[in-house]
């Protein structure tokens, strides 16, 4: 059964394999997952991901955000399947058959996340990078077009702002996997960095988020283990009234 502490997925943020070691070690009791993103995983690689595995229960989210011709990402993402992770990411891109390929890369294996929009992009970049501006101006708009293409392509869920979640929960159904970054916790204020879509971990509960990315606020904390505990207790009173 799932619970609160499962929700946390901590991302290693780290350049190195032995400051992510580090991390994991603290904090394995304490979250439900770690992510691996692309920094650390061109240094450290499938060993990485191996050892978190043996070391503990949680599960390994590689986040790598595969983006080029469909025949790549189907190879990329059968090779992502094999190291048994549980979530792994794909951009949306612009092609739905890009989505398809990942999917049948994966075989049932690993959950294929797709990227709608990064929480760090605001309204303004996308007017400037050339979007209609019914999107621009409406991320929730772009973002709901994007997670339908996921869908159809066969995706288990799609990475998201919490400021989206209930849209995507309303249209795609509580089965359909959405995965929060941009997290500040409530007891620290919401505090704007590089993340520019940002919620509370109950904001995002109480909405269906899945999954809840959460890195700075434990990372930098005095004592990461007890703040992410006080994120943990955040999440259970947002359960105790969640559908």
């Known amino acids: 059964m799932k619970t609160a502490k499962d929700f946390i997925v901590f ?4 350049p190195s394999f032995r400051a992510a070691r580090s991390l994991v070690k603290l904090l394995a009791d304490d979250v439900g997952m770690f992510k691996i993103g692309l920094e650390l995983f061109i240094r450290s690689g499938a060993e990485l991901v191996r050892w978190i595995q043996q070391a503990g229960p949680a599960k390994v989210f590689l986040d790598l955000k595969l983006h080029d011709i469909p025949a790549t990402v189907q190879r990329a993402m059968a090779q992502v399947a094999e190291l048994g992770v549980h979530l792994a990411t ?3 891109g612009e092609s739905r058959a890009m989505l398809e390929a990942a999917v049948k890369g994966a075989g049932g294996r690993v959950n294929v996340l797709g990227v709608t929009v990064l929480t760090s992009i605001s309204p303004a970049d996308l007017a ?3 979007y209609r501006e019914r999107y621009s101006k409406d991320l929730q ?5 994007k997670a339908a293409m996921a869908r159809d392509a066969g995706c288990a869920g799609i990475v998201c702002s919490g400021r989206e979640v209930n849209g995507i929960k309303a249209a795609f159904g509580d089965g359909f996997l959405a995965v929060t970054p941009g997290i ?3 007891h620290g204020g919401v505090a704007a960095d590089d993340q520019s879509r940002i919620v509370t971990p109950a904001m995002a509960v ?6 809840l990315v959460i890195g ?8 990461p283990r007890e703040a992410a505990r006080d994120i943990t207790a ?3 009173g947002a359960l105790t009234g969640r559908p």
């Open 234 to 236: 955040e999440i259970q």
């Open 206 to 211: 109480r909405r269906g988020s899945d999954y």
């Open 11 to 14: 991302p290693l943020d780290v």
């Open 184 to 186: 500040r916790p409530a």
């Open 216 to 223: 700075r606020p434990i990372r930098d904390a005095a004592d």
């Open 90 to 92: 794909v951009h949306c």
């Open 128 to 130: 400037e990078a050339g």
């Open 141 to 145: 708009q772009l973002v709901m077009k």
